[in-house]
């Protein structure tokens, strides 16, 4: 067995992923609050322990206020500038049937995908909104 220092966030959030891949989501939540607490301005931690909260990880987890919840502290501790945390954000909205909230993100989103270069993100982010609008 290799032993994990409890103390670094990466192996944390590294094995959370596993765990949440293997479908112990107890404790990969937990492994995902430790990565939070030890390293607040992980934005990607907040992201992740928000996709168990949104539906992905079945019925029994989904709570859309909490995910919600989730992303806009880690849009607070980012400054609303990582546009991958509203993408997030606006996608949970977006489920929530709040539309016009889902789309005033996704905007902020994509002016900062596209202020970054980052045209990848900026169309997917699009190809979303396109997805909500049609009602998918």
Not at 3 to 16: E, F, G, R, S, W
Not at 96 to 119: H, M, P
């Amino acid at each position: 067995a290799i032993a994990l220092d409890t103390k670094l966030p990466q192996p944390q959030y590294n094995l959370a992923r596993l765990l949440r891949k293997q479908g112990d989501i107890r404790e990969a939540v937990r492994r995902f609050r430790t990565v939070t607490d030890l390293l607040p301005e992980h934005s990607m931690g907040y992201v992740a322990l928000a996709s168990v909260y949104d539906g992905r990880c079945g019925k029994q987890w989904e709570d859309l206020d909490e995910a919600v919840a989730i992303l806009q502290k880690a849009a607070a501790v980012t400054k609303r500038e990582d546009p991958g945390v509203l993408r997030a954000l606006a996608a949970v909205h977006a489920r929530q049937g709040q539309i016009q909230s889902a789309t005033s993100v996704a905007l902020e989103a994509i002016a900062l995908a596209r202020s970054a270069g980052d045209s990848a993100l900026e169309q997917a982010i699009l190809r979303d909104q396109d997805r909500w609008a049609s009602g998918r």
